[in-house]
């Protein structure tokens, strides 16, 4: 798994089924997809993620860059050039600032389709096992069955 929660084969098992999917006959009709939209979701998602942090970590090289100029230009004695270093530094903290809010806002999505789709599958699985209980119920037929039952069972 890499550092940024997904698996390589991730991206592989997506762009495997674009191509499978674009070749008549290459994937069975009736096949259920291995891949659905959510699925789709989350990888763009992660994907999107992933360009933020790089994006962030760009604008924290050229803040630290900005930085280093504006020092040489003080030396230098170029104090108006140096003030500019500082403004475009500060920009760029900005920047990166923002990129991690918004990296902040797409893992707290990624986590919330991710507990969603749990409590979908968790509700699915209580329905199919209130529906088998009540299929069992009606197999048995009720109370008033197992009293009859009981009753010819005393009866020997």
């Known amino acids: 798994q890499g550092p940024e929660g997904y698996v390589f084969g991730d991206l592989f098992r ?5 191509v499978l999917s ?29 360009q933020l942090v ?3 970590k760009r604008m924290e090289k050229m ?8 020092e040489a230009l003080v030396r230098q ?15 760029h903290q900005q920047l990166a600032v923002e990129c991690e809010a918004h990296v902040a806002k797409v893992e707290e999505l990624i ?15 209580l329905a199919a096992g209130v529906a088998t209980v009540r299929k069992m119920q009606a197999e048995i037929g009720g109370v008033g069955n197992v009293e009859r039952l009981m009753d010819e069972h005393a009866d020997l």
């Open 54 to 56: 790089g994006h962030r």
């Open 14 to 18: 997506h762009v495997w089924h674009v």
């Open 111 to 125: 986590t919330n389709i991710e507990v969603t789709r749990l409590q979908k599958e968790t509700v699915d699985a």
């Open 63 to 70: 803040a630290a860059r900005d930085h280093e100029v504006a």
């Open 77 to 91: 004695g170029a104090k108006e050039r140096a003030m500019l270093a500082l403004r475009k530094k500060k920009q």
């Open 22 to 50: 674009a070749v008549p006959g290459a994937v069975p009709q009736g096949t259920p997809a291995l891949v659905d939209e959510d699925d789709h979701a989350i990888l763009d998602l992660k994907a999107q993620r992933d």
